[in-house]
């Protein structure tokens, strides 16, 4: 485990694995951290690869903060590129999954250098605007992060989400909540649901492998096809009956595609 200070108050927590091929860069979704990929970790490195899995600023062990202005994606993507300087990682592919795979979208705008991208259960806009199409849930969200305040936001979610249906996301998604720092929780989803990133899809040019469940409720189908419709040299997987987290549910099928993928792309 190494800590890397990327500022006078945070610290980001990470592992990096070095290997003989070319370095992959996994980033968690909301309210996870780096163990999330554990499986594929094990997985791949076994292939060759270099392998660098971090906790997100205010996830895992890294540094958390009261102020959910500090879980802008900007910041995120600065991290991940500070970690990347400071062991000289120069050539890497940004693997993201959900939340993390919106992190990878901006990453790669201010970057843009990734020898490659994987985008699994992710969104390129606020993912809510498939289902909230008048945009009630959105604004009153905003209200409710405007609104925010540590001792009421943990119960106020539980219940104000209680209409949702309990699946093993769901319930898996709210016990990580309750374990996660306010501040972190409203932040980070602040950021996901102001997130247009559609008129940047276009621009991307690493090759790209979109993973999505097929029955993923969070960030549904029609996210991935019109994100393999936009970026011209991508390819869509579909996992069969699998949910949202599809590093977690399928990790095997995850990394044996994300295995295929790089070969193919000769990396």
Partial sequence: MTILKTSQD???????????????????GWVHNRNVWKKEKEFLSK???????????GFGKSTKHPNPKDYSFEHF????????????IKEYVLIGHSMGGMI????????????????????????????????????????????????????????????????NVVIRWLKSVRHTNSAVVLGCLKAMITLDKENELKEIEAPTLLMVGEKDFLTPLPISKKMKKEIRNSQLKIIPNAPHDINL????????????FLKKKSL
């Avoid at 292939?47 to 997100?56: E, P, R």
């Avoid at 991290?79 to 400071?86: F, R, W």
């Avoid at 901006?106 to 991208?117: E, G, S």
């Avoid at 549910?249 to 295929?260: A, G, L, M, R, T």
């Fill in 104 to 167: 990878a979208l901006d990453f790669i705008q201010r970057y843009k250098d990734p020898k490659a991208l994987v985008l699994l259960d992710t969104s390129y806009e606020n993912p809510l605007k498939y289902y909230d199409t008048r945009g009630y849930l959105t604004n009153y969200l905003k209200k409710w992060i405007n609104n925010y305040s540590e001792k009421f936001l943990i119960k106020q979610i539980i219940q104000d989400f209680d209409f949702v249906p309990k699946s």
């Fill in 47 to 57: 292939k060759g690869y270099s392998v660098l899995i971090m906790d997100l600023r």
């Fill in 249 to 260: 549910s399928n990790p095997e099928v995850v990394s044996k595609q994300i295995h295929s």
């Fill in 77 to 88: 993507s600065s991290d991940i590129k500070k970690v990347l300087i400071k062991e000289k």
């Fill in 10 to 28: 945070h610290e980001i927590y990470y592992e990096y694995t070095k290997n003989e091929k070319v370095t992959l860069v996994f980033i968690h």
